[in-house]
């Protein structure tokens, strides 16, 4: 074996072990993002039930994880170090896993990308995983630039298939700025939007959310076939519900979707 090779090894030998990560559970769908993005896979104890719904963002990653129910009995089990949550979990549970020394870290609602930024760098930190962190962050920076001014400031309306919309102070109203799109929607936060509304004040355009749950909201107001019909050609996008439903990175994936659609026209 040549000297070099030798002392190779002996480096080897002689380095100090890769530190493991704090062993981490998630109570909930949105946190099981957090998680599966950011956490070693061996640290992972366990994710929540809907980890590989559809609507998942991660869910091919939420596959391969040990589902894990968010109750006290389930999680002292598992033994987590940390329990990462955004709605899961009620007080009691919370309260009850930190009596017992596990540590718990709360996702936030944003209303803009530096919440999200903000959200990233509590949980890495706390998974002792900055690095990824600072990548998931680079990442959502890139498709923001890329996204920003795109509708050169068109007015869109957001519309679930539910019949809500989306409007000041909201991380949606932040996803259509970041393309480039003004909100139609002049009133804040979340509101439902009748049929009526929509036939008699229709909007140029559409950002449709959650349309792909084919399932789910059937007699909604966004899918009223009068409604239907105005937005088949009006559309500038239908952004899958697993975009959507947290206040995560991949927010900025849905901007640059929207861009996108811009570019295409």
Not at 68 to 92: H, K, M, N, S
Not at 206 to 218: I, K, M, Q, T
Not at 236 to 250: D, E, I, K, Q, R
Request: aromatic share 6%; hydrophobic share 45%; glycine share 10%.
């Amino acid at each position: 074996m040549k000297c070099g090779t030798w002392g190779l090894l002996i480096l080897l030998m002689a380095a100090p072990p890769a530190l493991a990560g704090p062993r981490v559970a998630s109570l909930d769908q949105c946190a099981d993002q957090y998680v599966l993005a950011l956490a070693d896979a061996d640290d992972i104890v366990g994710v929540s039930p809907r980890a590989d719904d559809a609507d998942s963002w991660l869910r091919s990653h939420g596959q391969r994880a040990r589902r894990l129910r968010p109750t006290l009995e389930a999680i002292t089990v598992a033994e987590p170090d940390v329990v990462v949550r955004y709605w899961g979990g009620d007080q009691r549970l919370l309260a009850a896993l930190e009596r017992r020394g596990v540590r718990v870290i709360q996702i936030d609602d944003a209303t803009e990308f530096a919440g999200v930024r903000d959200n990233i760098r509590r949980v890495s930190t706390a998974l002792s995983q900055p690095g990824r962190g600072a990548d998931l962050i680079a990442g959502m920076e890139r498709n923001l630039m890329q996204s920003q001014g795109a509708w050169n400031g068109e007015p869109a309306l957001y519309l679930t298939a539910a019949g809500w919309t989306s409007g000041r102070g909201t991380l949606i109203d932040a996803i259509l700025r970041a393309a480039g799109l003004s909100n139609a929607w002049d009133g804040p936060s979340f509101a439902p939007i009748s049929v009526e509304h929509l036939i008699l004040h229709p909007p140029r355009r559409y950002v449709l959310g959650f349309f792909d749950a084919v399932r789910a909201d059937r007699r909604g107001a966004g899918r009223h076939p009068s409604v239907r019909r105005r937005t088949t050609y009006r559309t500038v996008v239908s952004l899958p519900g697993s975009m959507l439903g947290c206040p995560a990175w991949f927010a900025a994936d849905a901007s640059r979707s929207l861009a996108r659609a811009a570019h295409e026209r």
